[in-house]
């Protein structure tokens, strides 16, 4: 079952709407199928692993990260895939909380005689698979919010500047990190300042993720990386109910998706926000700021994990705090999360952080 989730890690940011599933099966006490969710969602873990076994699935045993699906879809349910398979036994991580399956593939293959056995690594599963049961069970993507800042919690200096903060080796993890991503989110701010391009550079990675960016009014540069690469590498804007009509014809016309959000006051509402994004089939979206998108997540306890690179550098009072403002009076209202990972990239720290379960 560790294959199996390894294997569905694979495709983790290349296979939504879709879970990103692992499959290992074996006879004998020997490995003669392996299988992940192929990019675009299909074909799924299960026909893949099936296909490279061929006829020595016969008989053998299915460890599968999630359960078998159960409907026709695009393709023929994969539990009955197992079933003309002769698979004997079918060991599942975890049940698979979408409506059109929730236990009904395990009850498939059990009516056919299939040995079922469920719950194995199951807590890993369900870390692996939290952004497809947050679509499914909620509507939204899951929310990675990463921040790079100085040792005294600063984004840049006084005057915006911010370029470097951390070292090539704490950049470089960034992007693997945004590989295993649907979407890179950055707020208009962001965007203007930094001119980012948001994608996936020098780690021989063919795909690239989403490119997000909040912006109310649409005020982004039409010169800049964004604008220039929309229609190479996809570009989605989240703009308020009321565009200016001509930024989005020119959006529109650069092959930007225009996706238009409810606003909270003068900013964009960030549940319906993920709301939209959900709804156009993300389930992971790494956020990289800026700070006032960073707080108006964190205040409607929108963030399902936080990464933080901290730097060796100081920066003082007058530099851009890393989160804009929560409006905290007291400290139980602040949001918590539980440390999962602190290690040395380079010449930085990074603090892995998840939503706490306490």
């Known amino acids: 079952m560790a294959l199996a989730l390894s294997l569905g890690r694979r495709s983790q940011g290349q296979t939504w709407p879709n879970p990103s599933v692992g499959c290992v099966i074996v006879r004998d006490g020997r490995i003669v199928g392996r299988g992940w969710t192929q990019p675009g969602g299909r074909p799924h873990a299960e026909t893949e692993a099936l296909a490279q076994a061929g006829s020595a699935a016969k008989g053998a045993t299915a460890y599968v990260s999630l359960e078998p699906c159960a409907h026709h879809g695009k393709t023929p349910p994969c539990a009955q895939a197992l079933i003309d398979a002769g698979v004997t036994r079918v060991v599942s991580a975890i049940e698979d909380s979408d409506p059109r399956v929730a236990g009904q593939g395990f009850e498939m293959l059990r009516s056919a005689g299939i040995e079922v056995e469920t719950g194995v690594h199951a807590y890993q599963a369900e870390r ?50 945004r590989a295993r991503h649907d979407a890179v989110m950055v707020g208009a701010g962001t965007a203007r300042a930094d001119d980012p ?88 979206v790494f956020c990289e700021g800026g700070s006032a998108l960073a707080a108006s997540l964190l205040a409607e306890d929108l963030v399902d994990e936080l990464v933080g690179f901290t730097a060796g550098l100081t920066i003082g009072a007058e530099g851009l705090s890393a989160i804009g403002a929560l409006g905290l009076d007291k400290l139980e209202n602040a949001p918590r999360f539980d440390l999962v990972e602190t290690r040395v990239v380079g010449k930085d720290v990074l603090n892995r952080w998840a939503r706490t379960t306490r």
């Open 128 to 177: 692996d698979h939290a952004g497809f049961f947050l679509k499914t069970e909620q509507g939204r993507p899951l929310v990675t919010l990463k921040l790079a800042s100085s040792f005294d919690g600063r984004i840049a200096t006084e005057t915006g500047h911010s370029q470097w903060i951390t070292g090539p080796e704490a950049r470089r993890a960034v992007h693997a990190m």
């Open 197 to 284: 391009s948001l994608t996936v550079r020098d780690l021989g990675v063919t795909h690239q993720p989403v490119r997000v960016v909040v912006s109310r009014h649409m005020d982004i540069p039409l010169m800049g990386h964004l604008a220039r690469t929309a229609t190479e590498k996809p570009v989605w804007l989240c703009h308020g109910p009321h565009p200016d009509a001509e930024r989005a014809r020119a959006w529109e016309g650069l092959g930007a998706r225009l996706i238009p959000c409810a606003l909270q006051g003068h900013h964009i509402d960030a549940v319906d926000l993920l709301q939209q994004l959900g709804q156009a089939g993300l389930t992971r």
